[in-house]
């Protein structure tokens, strides 16, 4: 963890209809207050002196969602509210304000945040930082107190609109004392990303401390294209607002951006080539799901929906009106999931969509020996490549894009790994694709991303239809970037004869790695063992390294729940080790908790047995123990019933200890056939329980 070298000061607030605290903390002396405005005592004075001497100190404030909900209250605080001297009127305008925040809808989102130009003293955004304010990756302090392993977890005492007693407000400032505690551990695990951006920042004069790590690779590129094509290529200004320049298309034809090269020899993939050939698309979300029947004729043949008893009937009485000029046959339901671009081909399906391709043998164990080997072959910076070698580039940059994104590929092996240099660029080299189809992006070109995500595609098929000639070879999995097979380790110079032939058709590079064995549950979900090397490789549901320790595998946002169920797992797929064994001697107590989150229309219900409930806090921490209660979500009821809360079994069947106080594991109570349960599902290739 790198030192802390500047004078931050950690921070977070609590809003309620007659309160208003802050807790606010030094990173560098450790020493903290509590601000407080209420009717027992009004620190806005004190307030308003403390943050104008860390503002004249060249401070700065570091909290969790701080731009988007607790500077903006301060803010107001500090501008609108600075002469207001009745503590009741401070305390109704504050929480109006909060509740203005908070119930803000999506497209108003930053309707009250306070850009860094007009801020009193500059914000750390510990939550944008990690990409948190990402829908997708969205995550709670109390999500993150679990996954930190804070000794306490505790949830908001008081429901939002309760005017609180003096006693409970002095239960609300020994809360808001731990969020910042929470907020203070959070913000050491950032501090490398922090240095990242402070050294950016200094170095291209632009404020990056607030970026997300995609954000920054996107800005980066920008800079590069408005230093060598103009202040104007990627943004103009109307109205005095600045405005994104883009291609808007109202329709794309797939066949103008396939390659010259893409070419095939077996029916499945000229059929899907076929098919591409014949699109043209106004929108490129879902282009390659939930497909009618009928436009899948050129490839159902080859399709795992072709092989359905009503598909094949319908397909019969189609070719049968085709002959006698009858009308059109109904097609039949078919799940949605079944209706895709995706062929069958050597025993594995490959489906094709706008994120990529990918086929893989499920529930199986694949390995090594003296005679067979599995290798993967994975293309280097497959996305930025293609656009390079085959000079593809949003319309409204010009060409010259391709040579400003080769240059910025090749700067970047100029540094180490891990240099900032190098992750940035590597930030950038990544981030164009997905943002050439974000309609609020200066990359914004969907045909690019077309042409993109539709040649990586072929060019990967292109590549096993050559590999699959090879004597004894078999496909393991095709995934985005690359495959894996296993073949006669005698016909590995065969394929690497083949592997150059492609590399020299396409352009493109191709990194080899071998491995002693596959375990594979899914394309998605695997643990592979690198050849002649401790090295291991583990995917998805099998993945335990956490993100403060070296070569994480999980990200802040994951749920780091009952990890010594991976943990034995990997031992016995790698090992041997025997799982029971395994879970027994394990030493991490903190690897055996789980959490859950439930809503806040909704509450956590703990049941004893015999009418006997109990309530706990909404996101709680716990074990599967011996004796307890067995844990129940209960939501609000359905308008055809409403009369009747729902209740959810959560772990069904397993009794827990609720621990959000944490003090150890009771080796008597903990029940370990739970945990052995779980591992040998992952061993056994069988579905876990969703956590």
């Keep these: 963890m790198s030192e802390i070298t500047t004078n931050d000061y950690v921070y977070d607030i609590e809003t309620y209809p007659n ?42 404030m570091v909290g969790y969602n701080n731009e988007g909900y607790d500077y903006p209250v301060i ?58 304010d990402n829908v997708a990756k969205s995550t709670s302090l109390k999500m993150l107190e679990f996954n930190m392993r804070m000794k306490d977890i505790r949830d908001l005492p008081f429901a939002p609109e309760t005017v609180l007693t003096f006693d409970q407000i002095e239960h609300l400032v020994g809360y808001n004392e731990h969020d910042g505690d929470a907020t203070k551990l959070f913000h050491g695990h950032t501090l490398p990303m922090i240095r990242f951006r402070e050294s950016l920042s200094a170095k291209y004069d632009r404020n990056f401390l607030n970026h997300n790590d995609t954000k920054i690779g996107k800005d980066y590129f920008i800079m590069q294209l408005e230093r060598y094509l103009g202040k104007q290529a990627c943004f ?28 095939f020899e077996t029916e499945p993939f000229r059929a899907v080539e076929q098919w591409l050939r014949e699109q043209v698309i106004s929108e490129t979300k879902g282009v390659f799901s939930k497909l009618p029947l009928e436009s899948m004729l050129p490839f159902i043949g080859y399709s795992p929906v072709g092989e359905l008893e009503k598909v094949q009937t319908w397909l019969a009485n189609c070719e049968e009106a085709l002959t006698t000029g009858e009308e059109w046959p109904t097609e039949p339901k078919v799940k949605q999931d079944l209706r895709r671009l995706s062929v069958m081909l050597d025993g594995l399906e490959f489906v094709f969509g706008t994120g990529g391709i990918h086929a893989s043998l499920h529930n199986t164990r694949i390995d090594s020996d003296d005679e067979y080997v ?121 394929l690497m004869e083949v592997k150059s ?3 020299k058709l396409t352009g493109l590079d191709l990194e080899d790695a071998t491995y002693d064995f596959m375990h594979i549950r899914d394309v ?65 107590d903190w690897d055996f908790l789980l959490r859950t989150k439930v809503p806040r229309s909704s509450y956590l219900e703990g049941d004893w047995g015999l009418g006997l409930t109990e309530t706990y806090q909404n996101i709680s921490r716990y074990y599967i123990a011996n004796e307890g209660p067995e844990l129940f979500k209960v939501m609000p009821p359905l308008p055809k019933d409403p009369e009747k809360w729902r209740r959810m079994a959560i772990n069904k069947g397993w009794k827990v200890h609720v621990c959000n106080h944490f003090t150890g594991i009771d080796p008597d109570l903990i029940n370990y056939d739970w945990y052995v349960a779980e591992a040998e599902k992952l061993v056994n290739f069988a579905e876990r329980e969703e956590l």
Excluded at 105 to 110: C, L, N, Q, T
Excluded at 240 to 263: C, H, S
Excluded at 535 to 552: H, L, M, N, S, T
């Design 501 to 503: 032939k492609w590399e």
């Design 236 to 263: 103009t200004r109307e109205g005095g607002k600045k405005k994104p320049r883009q291609t808007i298309r109202k329709q794309i034809a797939l066949d103008d951006v396939i390659f010259d090269y893409v070419q």
């Design 524 to 588: 998605n979900n695997y643990v592979a063992k690198y050849a002649e090397s401790d090295e291991v490789k583990r995917k998805g549901a099998y993945a335990f390294i956490r993100p403060d320790e070296e070569d994480a595998e999980l990200g802040w946002h994951q749920n780091h729940s009952s990890l010594v169920v991976q943990k034995a797992a990997c031992a016995y797929i790698v090992d041997g080790t025997d799982i029971r064994d395994f879970i027994e001697c394990h030493d991490n």
């Design 75 to 132: 803010h107001y605080l500090l501008t609108e509210l600075a002469n207001v001297r009745d503590v009741e009127t401070l305390n109704r305008k504050l929480f109006e304000k909060s509740k203005q925040i908070i119930e803000a809808p999506h497209f108003k989102r930053f309707a009250h945040v306070i850009w860094p130009r007009d801020q009193i003293v500059p914000q750390i955004d510990l939550f944008k930082i990690h990409h948190f």
């Design 19 to 60: 309160v208003w605290t802050c807790w606010i903390g030094s990173l560098r002396t450790g020493r903290s207050k509590t601000f407080e405005i209420s009717r027992r005592t009004n620190d806005l004075g004190p307030f308003k002196a403390f943050i104008e001497r860390i503002r004249t100190r060249g401070c700065r």
């Design 374 to 494: 599995i290798i993967d072959l994975d293309v280097t910076s497959y996305y930025p490549s293609l656009a390079i070698v085959n000079r593809v580039y949003p319309e409204h940059l010009g060409e010259r894009f391709c040579d400003i994104y080769a240059d910025i590929k090749a700067q970047r092996l100029k540094y180490k790994k891990g240099t900032p240099e190098n992750k940035m660029l590597k930030l950038a080299l990544n981030g164009v694709y997905g943002d050439s189809n974000n309609k609020h992006s200066p990359f914004y070109d969907p045909q690019y991303t077309m042409a993109i995500t539709v040649n990586g595609q072929l060019s990967l098929c292109m590549l096993y239809e050559q590999l699959r000639k090879i004597e004894g070879l078999s496909l393991i999995q095709v995934n985005t970037d690359g495959l894996t097979v296993k073949l006669p380790r005698d016909q590995v110079d065969t």
